[in-house]
C-alpha cells in the first residue's frame, strides 16, 4: 500500500485525522459489536456522563515499521490490561482485553498507508478510549459508555527530539495518595494543564511533580514515569501508589536486567537525591526515552553530570535496546511485539 503523502521524518506530536477509527457502544449492560468509521466526530447529548462528571479513561500506544518492513505493535496487552484497571477504578465497564487488541488490529491494518516508514523516526500513536455517553445529572456512573480507538503519526513528543529538556518542580500536586493517579484517566490531566503552562510560560519543558502528602519523594511528570542512573550504574525508578504504571518503564527494567546486566532499584526516590545521580530520562510510549538535563527546584538546581547535548551512556544504552525491540533489529523477550498482518 502507498504511504500517504506527509514529510514523515518532520512530524511533532500532534493530531490529524487520518482515514479510520474504531467504535464500539456498551448499552443495555453489554458491549455491542465494534466497527470501523471513517466519521472522526462524535455526537452526545449536552448531560452525557463525560461532560458532567468527567467519566473517562484512555491508553497510549504505537504502531511502527521495522527494518524488514512488518508493521508491529509493542506490547498492546499491558495496554488492554491498564484499560481495565483505569475503568474499574471510575466505575466503567472493562472493554475486553481481545476485543481491545482486536481493536487496535483492526486500526492499525485499515491505516497502514499512515504508519510511518522506517527509519523516519515516527510511528502511528493509536489512541484507545471509553467516555460515559449517556445522561447523567446526580453524581452516579452512567448506564452507557463509547470505546474509541483512533490513530495518528507522530514525531518526538519534545522539539528536539534527544535533546535533554529542563524541568521545573511543580507548585502543584498531580495525584494524591489513594486518588487516581496510577490509572489512565483524563481528569488526571486536565489538572496538570495549569501547572503545564505555568511550566512552559516560565521557560522549562515539563513539569517534575513530587509527591502531595510530603513534597519530598519523586513521583512523575505530567506525561512520563522518571529513570535515574546512579555514578555506578544502577538503574533507580521511583514506586509510589499514586503514579502511572507506566509499560515503557516496566519494559526498560526488564531489558536492564535480562539483556543488560545492569542492576534496577524499584523504590521510592527522595527529592534530594537527585544531585547524586549522573543521568536522567522521562520514560513513556509518547516520550520513549527523552533525557533530561536539569531541574529547577525551590532552592537547588540539579545539573546532571550527562549534560544539555545527549543523553547519558546508560540512558542511550536503554533507548538503543527498546528502539532495536519495536524496530525489529534486536529480538525482545516473547510476546512483546504483535506483528500486524
Ligand atoms: N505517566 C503518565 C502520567 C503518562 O501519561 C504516561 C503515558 O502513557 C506514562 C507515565 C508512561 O506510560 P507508558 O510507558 O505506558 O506510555
Ligand atoms: C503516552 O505516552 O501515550 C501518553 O499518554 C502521554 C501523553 C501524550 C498524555
Redesign the pocket.
Known sequence: MAKADVDWSNLGFSYRTISKRYVANFKDGKWGEGVLTEDANIVLNECAGILQYCQEVFE?LKAYTTKDGRIVTFRPDL?AE?MEDSAKRLEMPAFPKERFLEAVDQVVAANKDWVPPYGSDASLYLRPYMFASSPVIGVKPAEEYQFRLFGTPVGPYFKGGAKPITLCVSDFDRAAPHGTGHI?AGL??AMSLHPYVMAHNNGFDENMFLDSATRTYVE??????FLFITKDGTVVTPKSGS??P????RSLVYLAEHMLGLKVEYRPVKFSELKDFAECGL?????VISPVGKVVGKEETIEFPSGMEKMGPVTQKLYDTLRGIQLGTIEGPEGWIREIK
Not at 512523575?220 to 514515569?225: F, K, R, S
Not at 507506566?246 to 518503564?249: D, E, G, L, V
Not at 520514560?283 to 516520550?287: F, L
Request: net charge positive; glycine share 18%.
Open positions: 497510549g495496554n491498564r489512565k488526571n490531566y512523575e511528570t505530567g506525561g512520563a514515569n503514579i502511572l507506566s509499560i515503557t518503564r520514560c513513556g510510549t509518547a516520550a
